[in-house]
């Protein structure tokens, strides 16, 4: 069974940090690129970023650039994300997803194979 599982999320003050987890599970993502969208009330799910199987390869929506790093522990089959300097636009559900499609290529929320169950991050300003 396929299983993605996220942690980390919670309430943080405008300026603050966090990181999240997303735990594979069910069968083998160390060939797959991971990554994270986000989905803020009322609006569409979005790319937020994302991590070839090697590490070699990252992707940023331009919102995030430079605040939020993704990264991935193959041994462990988990990818990361630690946010920097939030902003309360940041506030969202955050989904990790799975693709053996590639990073660049599940930038696409509809080139996504494999999705978690979401995350709540909230940012008061």
């Known amino acids: 069974q396929v299983q993605l599982v996220e942690s980390g999320g919670g309430l943080v003050q405008a300026g603050g940090s966090l990181r999240l987890s997303c735990e594979a599970s069910?069968?083998?993502?160390?060939?797959?690129?991971m990554g994270w969208f986000r989905q803020a009330p009322g609006k569409e799910r979005e790319f937020v970023a994302t991590?070839?199987?090697?590490?070699?390869?990252?992707y940023y929506a331009d919102s995030v650039k430079g605040r939020f790093t993704i990264s991935r522990d193959n041994a462990k089959i988990t990818v990361y994300l630690q946010m920097n300097s939030l902003k309360p636009e940041d506030t969202a559900v955050y989904y990790c997803?799975?693709?053996?499609?590639?990073?660049?290529?599940?930038?696409?929320?509809?080139?996504?194979?494999?999705w978690g169950k979401g995350t709540l991050v909230t940012v008061s300003s």
């Open positions: 991590i070839s199987w090697s590490s070699s390869k990252t």
């Open positions: 997803a799975a693709d053996h499609g590639g990073a660049q290529a599940m930038t696409r929320v509809d080139a996504v194979d494999y």
């Open positions: 069910g069968r083998t993502f160390r060939s797959a690129a």
